[in-house]
């Protein structure tokens, strides 16, 4: 039976920083789906479809590497998908306390769903889709922190909303 892994996450946009968490992962388990949502106490620049759109181009080089969302609880799409762990990346202890409650909350909805928390490679401890958002909103490039198309994505984005 394959080992699929699952990495959701806001993913608005996917960073650098993610796609070395993907990778590191893909390179452990026979499968990996990475799982975009909207997460609701955060209000999206980009669509799910968008979203779903730049992680495929961005992992295209990973084989092992699907993308795919849901709507409801991350514990049934992972019941559903025969998975057998979450993966979520960690850049600094202030990431701990809010992926500990969810890693928690999961496994009390579903005593099988393990969570596994991989530390960011150090060169993207501090990075986040938000600083990505607000420097890319100021104009300034973002090249060294995401791949091209997200980095075009971005600049169309910003120049449409002005
Ligand atoms: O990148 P983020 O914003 O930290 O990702 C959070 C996300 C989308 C992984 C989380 O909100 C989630 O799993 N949502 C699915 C709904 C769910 O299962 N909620 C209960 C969590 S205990």
């Given at each position: 039976m394959k080992r699929i892994a699952i990495c959701p996450g806001s993913f608005d946009p996917i960073t650098n920083g993610h796609i070395d968490v993907i990778k590191r992962t893909a390179e452990?388990?026979?499968?990996?789906i990475v799982a975009p949502?909207?997460?609701?106490?955060?209000?999206?620049?980009?669509?799910?479809?968008?979203?779903?759109?730049?992680?495929l181009n961005c992992t295209s080089d990973i084989p092992n590497v699907k993308v795919e969302s849901f709507s409801g609880l991350l514990t049934d799409f992972f019941a559903v998908k025969q998975a057998i762990v979450v993966v979520k990346g960690l850049r600094a202890v202030s990431d701990y306390e809010n992926e500990l409650q969810m890693a928690v909350?999961?496994?009390?909805?579903?005593?099988?769903?393990e969570t596994l928390f991989m530390p960011t490679s150090t060169e993207f401890s501090y990075l986040s889709s938000s600083m990505v958002k607000e420097v890319a909103s100021l104009g300034k490039t973002v090249e060294s922190w995401v791949h091209p198309i997200v980095s075009e994505?971005?600049?169309?984005?910003?120049?449409?909303?002005?």
């Open positions: 452990l388990f026979d499968g990996v949502l909207n997460n609701p106490s955060k209000k999206p620049l980009f669509s799910l479809e968008e979203k779903i759109e730049l992680i909350g999961n496994r009390h909805l579903n005593g099988k769903l994505a971005l600049e169309k984005k910003y120049r449409k909303h002005g």
